[in-house]
Nanobody, 120 residues
Framework: VQLQASGGGSVQAGDSLKLSCVAS????????FGWIRQPPGQERTFVAA????????GYADPVKGRFTISRDDDKNTVYLEMNDLKPEDTAVYYC??????????????WGQGTLVTVSS
């Protein structure tokens, strides 16, 4: 299983970025996905999640109204659209996959992360 995250970069506050996560080696439509970020020197924190069929999404409070998670099952890809970026959004962003049938609270697979840097 591979989760390949991309789309990070260095932007100014107020700008937008769209992250992508391409999954391979798994049955994409049987997995929920999440984005988790790790700011420099801090622990990983939840950002957003989407369930196996895209009918449910969830967001951390700091990103509600600014970030949108979506999925394209035809492309085996999960997206995180980030608008009105703030310096506190600076982090390495990881995508992760969870088998919907397992009922586990934990993600089964993790990608390598993509760095987002927001300057003021």
């Amino acid at each position: 299983v591979q989760l390949q995250a991309s789309g990070g970069g260095s932007v100014q506050a107020g700008d937008s970025l769209k992250l992508s996560c391409v999954a391979s080696g798994l049955s994409f439509n049987q997995y929920g996905f999440g984005w988790i970020r790790q700011p420099p020197g801090q622990e990983r924190t939840f950002v957003a999640a989407i369930n196996w069929d895209g009918s449910k999404t969830g967001y951390a409070d700091p990103v509600k109204g600014r970030f949108t998670i979506s999925r394209d099952d035809d492309k085996n890809t999960v997206y995180l659209e980030m608008n009105d970026l703030k310096p506190e959004d600076t982090a390495v962003y990881y995508c992760a996959a969870k088998d919907a049938a397992s009922g586990s609270l934990y993600y089964d697979y993790w990608g390598q992360g993509t760095l987002v840097t927001v300057s003021s």
